[in-house]
């Protein structure tokens, strides 16, 4: 089982540029979320989804944009990629709001 | 004050010992509680869901407490293999929806 896949799962951005990070999940969830996580931070969620076509803002959304024309599909968007952006991205998603959680494996975003 | 506050640790026991850590949450509307464990360089997987009755899977004990928003887990006759960054996760129901809030971590480090 495919689970929730995340890709690319490595990047190397430029100060400036823009990219895409795809969560696919194969599970007909309907929440998707998407994280990121710093050492000594923990978890923080930027942005969510309660269902297709839906999106709605977590606790730190400035820089980021997402979209989801797709129910399996939670897009992350970098318009202008800043070494703060420097991170692990985690997208999970569940089937509603009061059940555990699936991870995908990460991607690892470098900005310089 | 943090949504969801745990001690960092680091916790470093001997094999066979018991462990304990403690989270703690603010928001008194929470629904439901997990905790998640995370190894090093991967995505957060669930280790077990919390009940208001307090529940037991094998050698974890998880343990919730509504009135003085505490939740904890107790690991017993630890295991080389138990070393990881254990993650306190709360689900709070907000107006329209719901979202999973995760504590910073503690991590454990088990030495033979």
């Known amino acids: 089982n495919a689970g929730v896949t995340q890709t690319p799962k490595f990047r190397v951005l430029k100060t400036g540029q823009s990219m895409t990070l795809l969560c696919a999940q194969d599970?007909?969830?309907?929440?998707m979320y998407w994280y990121r996580q710093d050492p000594g931070m923990g978890l923080r969620l930027i942005h969510y989804s309660v269902g297709e076509g839906t999106t709605a803002k977590g606790e730190v959304p400035d820089g980021y944009n997402v979209s989801r024309l797709k129910k399996q599909n939670f897009l992350l968007g970098l318009e202008s990629a800043a070494p703060s952006q420097t991170s692990v991205y985690f997208c999970?998603?569940?089937?509603?709001?009061?059940?555990?959680?699936?991870f995908g494996q990460g991607t690892r975003l470098t900005v310089v | 004050r943090k949504e969801v506050e745990q001690d960092p640790g680091p916790f470093n026991v001997p094999e066979g010992a018991t462990v304990a850590f403690n989270c703690t949450y603010s928001n008194s509307a929470s629904q439901s509680f997990f905790w998640y464990r995370q190894d090093c360089r991967k995505e957060p997987k669930l280790l077990m869901s919390v009940y208001s009755s307090g529940n037991e899977d094998g050698r974890f004990t998880a343990q919730l407490n509504r009135a003085s928003q505490y939740i904890s887990l107790l690991i017993r006759d630890s295991k080389l293999s138990d070393s990881a960054t254990y993650l306190c996760?709360?689900?709070?129901?907000?107006?329209?929806?719901?979202?999973?809030?995760f504590g910073s971590g503690t991590r454990l480090s088990i030495r033979p």
């Open positions: 996760v709360v689900n709070m129901a907000l107006s329209s929806a719901s979202k999973i809030i």
């Open positions: 999970a998603s569940r089937p509603d709001g009061n059940t555990e959680a699936f």
């Open positions: 599970m007909n969830h309907e929440y």
